[in-house]
């Protein structure tokens, strides 16, 4: 019988659990070390503006919140819309937006609140909850929260005292530990280009926080109003908001009380065009009466009235980002209704 051809010197050996052991704690060294010196070379805040955004909003809400003054969190429309210069003149107290991104619902957003009450001697008078409709249509997981620089552990102890499930909470440590497999197509992108270069000035962000769009894009408006709506029909006969919003909600009003700021849920601005539309105004109308339900058991929560402030499509990068001056417009309005409310106090 042939045998079987062999490398000269070949030598055998029995593989213990030992060496099985040792041979995946090198394995895990080595994916950790790899992972860890990606996210060391290439911070999240270096990769996308997104993530620039993100780390800057989060060192703003470091700093703590303004004593007696005005914040707002919520998502990409407020990030845009909330002029805090313009506050600032019509109301007279110091303003901050913190406000980033709609996939990071009203939990991601307490977390931003919970981080500038943390540093803050006093809290501020009124904390603003700034949503365009669709955040009311999108979903939130572990890999998308970790994104927020927030401390591993201890949700339900933070503004909104809402926990994460077993799997959310699995998803975010992977996601902070392992970026190179839950940010990929951001570490390929980069090394597509070259290794990446964020321009700020492409997308500036002011002093108090308020991101600055250069232009508006009036053509993509309708084609992504049309994906809005199919957004708010996938919802189907399920609670509006959804469970996680309005627990998360629920505990901005338990912080407003415990901490005795006045909170005020705002709807961001939206394209006149989609706002007329009869699947989106009875969808906001939805959103619209559970916070009436939720405000009228405190005195300190409050919808802010005036109904929707609405924009044509050319002063829109997007159905709900306003580019500068309309900003500006925004603010006003807004700062006008809150002294409605007799806000500040």
Wanted: charged fraction near 20%; proline fraction near 6%.
């Amino acid at each position: 019988m042939a045998g079987i051809d062999r490398v000269a010197g070949e030598q055998e050996h029995a593989t213990g659990a030992r060496g099985l052991g040792l041979m995946l704690v090198l394995v895990a060294a080595l994916v950790l070390g790899v992972n860890a010196a990606a996210i060391r070379v290439s911070p999240v805040s270096e990769r996308t503006f997104d993530g620039r955004t993100v780390a800057t909003k989060w060192a703003l809400a470091s700093a703590g919140a303004p004593a007696g003054g005005v914040v707002a969190i919520g998502d990409s429309s407020g990030n845009f819309a909330v002029d805090t210069a313009v506050l600032e003149e019509s109301l007279g107290v110091e303003a901050r937006n913190y406000c980033t991104y709609g996939r990071f619902l009203n939990l991601g957003a307490g977390w931003f609140l919970d981080r500038a009450l943390e540093g803050a001697e006093t809290p501020p008078s009124v904390v603003l909850v700034v949503m365009g409709s669709r955040t009311f249509a999108l979903e939130a997981d572990g890999f998308t929260l970790a994104s927020i620089p927030a401390p591993v552990g201890g949700w339900s102890g933070r503004i909104p005292y809402v926990a994460l499930g077993a799997a959310e909470a699995l998803q975010l440590v992977a996601a902070r530990l392992f970026p190179l497999y839950a940010q990929h197509r951001s570490f390929e992108g980069g090394i597509r280009k070259g290794f990446w270069q964020i321009d700020g000035s492409r997308l500036p962000i002011r002093p108090g926080g308020t991101s600055v769009l250069p232009r508006a894009y009036p053509n993509g408006i309708a084609p992504f109003s049309e994906k809005v709506l199919a957004e708010i029909e996938a919802m189907g006969a399920g609670p509006i908001p959804s469970s996680r919003d309005r627990a998360a909600m629920e505990g901005l009003v338990r912080a407003a009380e415990e901490r005795g700021f006045d909170l005020v849920f705002v709807d961001g601005p939206v394209w006149e065009g989609l706002a007329i539309r009869e699947e989106h105004a009875a969808f906001i109308s939805k959103v619209h009466t559970f916070m009436d339900e939720l405000c009228a058991g405190s005195t300190r929560a409050h919808r802010l009235p005036g109904g929707l402030q609405r924009f044509p499509k050319e002063v829109l990068e997007n159905p709900f980002h306003l580019t500068a001056d309309a900003a500006a417009a925004y603010s006003r309005e807004l700062s006008s209704r809150l002294q409605d409310l007799g806000l500040p106090r």
